[in-house]
């Protein structure tokens, strides 16, 4: 088991910045895969960012690329995603999900374990 948690969502003005972290717990040497979706009201869970510990990569959805940037605390187990220039259309609660075994990382159900989501809203 993986337990994930949240923190850092807010309310912010359009072109403002958020640092979203994940604190992972439990069994997190397994993990090979980390990652960040959102889901807006109405709409489906899209991927946002995403790393690989076998491969050392890191992963963006088009519309964030150049944005946002996701990093990793070893020591801490933590995952953050900063969140640059941010706009009224990146608005939705945000979730930190893991992956234990394989590379897929762009679509909800290659994933594990799940957060129970931080909520970002950004004003125009």
């Known amino acids: 088991q993986v337990q994930l948690v949240e923190s850092g969502g807010g309310l912010v003005q359009a072109g403002g910045s958020l640092r979203l972290s994940c604190a992972a717990s439990?069994?997190?040497?397994?993990?090979?895969?980390m990652g960040w979706f959102r889901q807006a009201p109405g709409k489906e869970r899209e991927f946002v960012a995403a790393?690989?510990?076998?491969?050392?990569?890191?992963y963006y959805a088009d519309f964030v690329k150049g944005r946002f940037t996701i990093s990793r605390d070893n020591a801490k187990n933590t995952v953050y995603l900063q969140m640059n220039t941010l706009k009224p259309e990146d608005t939705a609660v945000y979730y930190c999900?893991?992956?234990?075994?394989?590379?897929?990382?762009?679509?909800?159900?290659?994933?594990?374990?799940w957060g129970q989501g931080t909520q970002v809203t950004v004003s125009s």
């Open positions: 790393f690989t510990w076998s491969f050392g990569s890191t």
């Open positions: 439990g069994r997190t040497f397994s993990t090979n895969v």
């Open positions: 999900a893991a992956r234990l075994y394989g590379n897929s990382w762009s679509r909800p159900k290659d994933y594990d374990y």
